[in-house]
């Protein structure tokens, strides 16, 4: 009876996955799981199907398998199986968690098959050398999980084209929106993590705000993850800075512009502008899961655009465990989830972090990657680590417009030094010494 509760278990995450996958048709390219891994043979002919189509650059979806001969389709348990399957269709940030249960599955069944078969035949009459034997035969479904490697002469080969298609002219990376910034980090660079901290109401969401937009014209597209501030907070802000407008005269039109005809219109071609923008503002993502499929869905929507992910701010993400006595473990986790998605995605991810209160006590408040606060990891998982300071931030009655220096204190690819912006509070935009 255990046995056979075992087995109904594995019958529905087989649908689970494969409900997924005619969701999510891409997915397929990144399946670990063969066709010999299923145990229902409706289920093997599924994905046999699935693959068939996707060889054919037909998507393999619910609609596409329905349409197939009769012959097939009786082979995948009919019209009625089909939909049963899709009903089982949970999120998509399943998929990655039911393969590993039927790869774990497949690999502990075939142990347990091949052990029975060893105490059949043994008979009870099993020596040492014969049970060193059996543990020795069971190694390779330890590993039936894992990718088969890529040898190291194939790596270089693929690094070999990566540099072919580099540029002759411009920049490696992906448009910062400012040219002292591209000239010295060679943009935002695909498959690495930047980190940009800074105390509180410094301008942290203003300066990687200011670069998505900027980048906007370049033909970036920029998905925002914002864990503190709403998306409309987010577009009052954006707003501002493209129309030079006080965000204060932003936030109450019918106060402040509605009388004055000029600025009325920067207003409402700002509008205009903000709504052809190719950008996913999100206030609705709190852990790194999530952020994935988002950022997943973005670059199948849009595959020939750059993208670039904002993160604001790194200690707000969730963690996938949580730990109360090692608050550094969980935002350890959080930054390798991060740098897990501009691998995979061979995208930039910039992330904003704060910065520990320790700061405020020293003479000289130029920050150093020991303020970084909660973590001492994020300085070894990150590939750039850069701070914004302001010299008037303790000020009272400051002036509208302050200098801020872009203190880069860990490049792995590059130089550090410090760039000098111009911040508009005010206006919230950041320019610099080229604009």
């Given at each position: ?45 599924i ?6 189509l ?8 619910y ?7 009769q012959?097939?389709?009786?082979n ?7 939909t ?14 039911q ?9 502990v ?6 052990t ?5 035949d ?17 190694q390779?479904?330890?590993?039936a ?31 910062t929106g400012?040219l002292?910034l ?5 943009g935002?660079?695909?498959s690495?993590?930047h980190i940009v901290?800074?105390?509180p ?11 998505a937009l900027?980048?906007q014209k ?27 407008l006080?965000?204060?005269e932003?936030?109450?039109v ?7 005809a ?13 709504q ?10 709190f ?5 994935k499929?988002?950022v ?11 993208h ?12 996938t465990?949580?730990?109360s ?11 390798n989830?991060?740098k ?6 061979k ?8 910065l ?12 150093t990657?020991?303020?970084?606060r ?11 680590i ?6 008037d931030?303790?000020?009272q ?21 410090s ?17």
């Open positions: 009876m255990r046995h056979q509760h075992i087995y109904d278990e594995q019958f529905q995450n087989e649908g689970i996955l494969l409900a997924t996958l005619m969701e999510e048709p891409d997915f397929l390219e990144e399946c670990l799981v063969t066709v010999d891994h299923f145990i229902d043979q409706r289920h093997k002919s994905f046999q199907t699935m693959q068939s996707a060889a054919k650059d037909t998507r393999p979806t609609h596409t398998l329905i349409q197939q001969d012959q097939t389709l009786t995948m348990g009919g019209f009625a199986h089909l049963q399957v899709r009903e089982a269709f949970l999120t998509k940030e399943n998929f990655k968690y393969q590993e249960v039927i790869l774990k599955f497949f690999a069944e075939k142990a347990r098959r091949f029975q078969s060893f105490l059949e043994s008979q009870g009459n099993s020596r040492i050398e014969d049970i060193t034997a059996l543990i020795s035969d069971l390779p479904y330890e590993t999980t894992m990718k088969p490697p890529v040898s190291f002469s194939e790596k270089v080969k693929q690094r070999m084209i990566e540099h072919e298609q580099s540029p002759e002219t411009g920049i490696s990376g992906v448009d400012f002292n591209n000239l010295t980090l060679n935002w660079q695909p690495k993590l901290a800074a105390r109401s410094v301008g942290k969401t203003a300066f990687v705000l200011n670069s900027k980048a370049k033909g970036v597209f920029t998905t925002f993850f914002s864990l503190e501030t709403s998306a409309g907070d987010i577009i009052d802000r954006i707003l501002s800075a493209s129309t030079k006080r965000l204060g932003v936030k109450q019918n106060k402040y512009l509605t009388g004055d000029e600025k009325y219109q920067k207003y409402a071609d700002g509008v205009a502008y903000l052809s923008m190719k950008m996913d503002v999100r206030d609705d993502v852990d790194v899961a999530e952020m499929a988002a997943r869905e973005n670059i199948r929507r849009y595959p020939d655009m750059d670039v992910v904002y993160v604001d701010y790194l200690t707000l993400i969730n963690p465990e949580r730990n006595n090692r608050r550094d473990l969980e935002v350890d986790s959080v930054t989830g991060l897990d998605i501009a691998k995979t995605f995208i930039p991810v910039v992330c904003l972090s704060q520990s209160r320790a700061v405020e006590g020293r003479q000289d408040k130029r920050p990657m020991a303020d970084l909660d973590s001492g990891g994020i300085e070894q998982i990150a590939d750039l850069a701070f914004l300071y302001r010299d931030y303790q000020e009655g400051e002036s509208n417009t302050s200098e801020i220096e872009f203190i880069i204190r860990k490049n792995r690819d590059g130089m550090t030094k760039l000098p912006f111009r911040f508009n509070k005010s206006t919230q935009e950041y320019s610099d010494n080229y604009a």
